[in-house]
């Protein structure tokens, strides 16, 4: 079971950037899926989240109202739609999954995407 992340990139501020986390491999459900990020010199933080099945959100306050966390449940893909881009938002952005597997949990983390924004 593997999460590949995609879509980061150089974006200018005020400009837009779509993430991909794709979970490839089976014999799991999916509760929920996140994405956090990692400034150089910072600790991860928590972006966006949302569960399965009935789509519940969470967003860090630095991403409300900016950010979109989207699901699709059939295809085992989060989206993050980041707009209004700052550079504060440049960071390395990783997906993470907790997986529910026959009698135990996984959580799985993406190989991390990076998106610099910068004018």
């Known amino acids: 079971v593997q999460l590949q992340a995609s879509g980061g990139g150089l974006a200018q501020p005020g400009g837009s950037l779509r993430l991909s986390c794709a979970v490839s491999?089976?014999?799991?459900?999916?509760?929920?899926m996140g994405w956090y990020r990692q400034a150089p010199g910072k600790e991860r933080e928590l972006v966006a989240r949302?569960?399965?099945?009935?789509?519940?959100?969470t967003y860090a306050h630095n991403a409300q109202g900016r950010f979109i966390i989207s699901l699709d449940n059939a295809n085992h893909t989060a989206y993050l739609q980041m707009n209004s881009l700052k550079p504060e938002d440049t960071a390395v952005y990783f997906c993470?999954?907790?997986?529910?597997?026959?009698?135990?949990?996984?959580?799985?983390w993406g190989q991390g995407t990076q998106v610099t924004v910068s004018s």
């Open positions: 993470v999954a907790p997986l529910q597997f026959s009698g135990y949990l996984s959580v799985k």
């Open positions: 491999g089976s014999g799991f459900r999916i509760n929920s």
């Open positions: 949302i569960t399965a099945g009935g789509g519940d959100t």
